[in-house]
């Protein structure tokens, strides 16, 4: 059975793939597919509630919710994407150097590993943003390094079981320089875990970059992104519920949806869990 087949073989995967495909279609085609101006106010009454003109309602300003949600995918997603992608390249070339090195080098590199994982990364990202400053970029990029130390303990761990191998020894042997072999040998070989930590950990990047939007911290008004959409939305949930719902459901949904698939493609990609389905 191929990987693709496997990966498709069970419920929640193919629920997962739907969900999040359609989510990505949304942010691709937000400017056709929305019905209004995500920024336009006065499109109907503050806090309309849900009608046949707007499927989600309004907000204080009048702006319809539903087209602020399907731009608000455009964000939510890249901002995941962007953590995600500073956590991997940073954290795995740190991992896989210091395990290459060895000796003191990786001792050391342990230890400064162990000492930023004793940090909550919810507490790090908030003194990354304070360095750096309220905003959306400044946020995705406190997010990603708080998850440098996550990805590069993997790394490191996997990367100690593969230097002691025969073929990496092969090629010191034939006066492979460190480098070299980080790229040509141990990177390859961490390929398929490295890819199953990115999509594990997209889940809760996105659900980080938002819960910083939400503090106030990240995306700032009028930006469409869902936390701030939260956030806008918070002292009105009693009398306009809807404010809260849907961008809180359409952050839910997209959450679920790469949690199902990471947990399902680290069963396609992991070679202990091939009898399974």
């Known amino acids: 059975m191929t990987r693709i087949a496997r990966l498709l073989?069970?419920?929640?995967?193919?629920?997962?793939?739907?969900v999040l495909a359609a989510v990505?279609?949304?942010?691709?085609?937000?400017?056709l597919l929305a019905p209004y101006d995500w920024n336009a106010t006065s499109q109907c009454r503050r806090l309309a509630p849900i009608s046949a003109e707007h499927w989600?309602?309004?907000?204080?300003?009048?702006?319809?919710?539903?087209?602020?949600?399907?731009?608000?995918?455009?964000?939510?997603?890249?901002?995941?994407?962007?953590?995600?992608?500073?956590?991997?390249?940073?954290?795995?070339?740190?991992?896989?150097?210091?395990?290459n090195c060895?000796?003191?080098?990786?001792?050391?590199?342990?230890?400064?590993?162990?000492?930023?994982?004793?940090?909550?990364?919810?507490?790090?990202?908030?003194?990354?943003?304070?360095?750096?400053?309220?905003g959306l970029w400044n946020?995705?990029?406190?997010?990603?390094?708080?998850?440098?130390?996550?990805?590069?303990?993997?790394?490191?761990?996997?990367?100690?079981?593969?230097?002691?191998?025969?073929?990496?020894?092969?090629?010191?042997?034939?006066?492979?320089?460190?480098?070299?072999?980080?790229l040509?040998?141990?990177?390859?070989?961490?390929?398929?875990?490295?890819?199953?930590?990115?999509?594990?950990?997209?889940g809760s990047a996105v659900l980080f970059t938002a819960t910083l939007s939400f503090l106030g911290l990240g995306a700032q008004p009028p930006t469409p992104e869902w936390g701030a959409m939260l956030n806008a939305g918070r002292e009105y949930v009693r009398y306009a519920p809807w404010t809260m719902i849907f961008p809180g459901l359409a952050l839910f949904l997209t959450v679920m949806a790469v949690n199902l698939l990471g947990d399902r493609l680290s069963l396609v990609l992991d070679p202990r869990q091939r009898g399974r389905r």
């Open 139 to 182: 946020a995705a990029l406190a997010v990603g390094i708080s998850g440098v130390p996550r990805f590069a303990r993997i790394t490191r761990a996997a990367t100690l079981a593969l230097v002691a191998r025969d073929f990496v020894e092969a090629a010191r042997s034939v006066g492979a320089g460190r480098m070299r072999i980080v």
């Open 56 to 99: 989600f309602g309004c907000d204080l300003f009048g702006r319809d919710i539903l087209s602020r949600v399907m731009y608000g995918a455009r964000f939510s997603l890249a901002m995941g994407i962007s953590t995600v992608a500073i956590s991997l390249v940073f954290g795995s070339l740190l991992g896989v150097s210091i395990a």
């Open 184 to 202: 040509r040998h141990l990177l390859p070989n961490l390929a398929p875990i490295l890819i199953v930590i990115t999509t594990l950990d997209l």
């Open 102 to 134: 060895g000796g003191r080098i990786d001792a050391i590199g342990a230890r400064f590993i162990d000492a930023m994982l004793g940090f909550p990364p919810i507490i790090l990202a908030i003194l990354i943003v304070a360095v750096l400053g309220v």
């Open 24 to 31: 990505l279609a949304l942010a691709v085609l937000a400017p």
């Open 9 to 18: 073989g069970a419920p929640g995967a193919v629920a997962g793939s739907f």
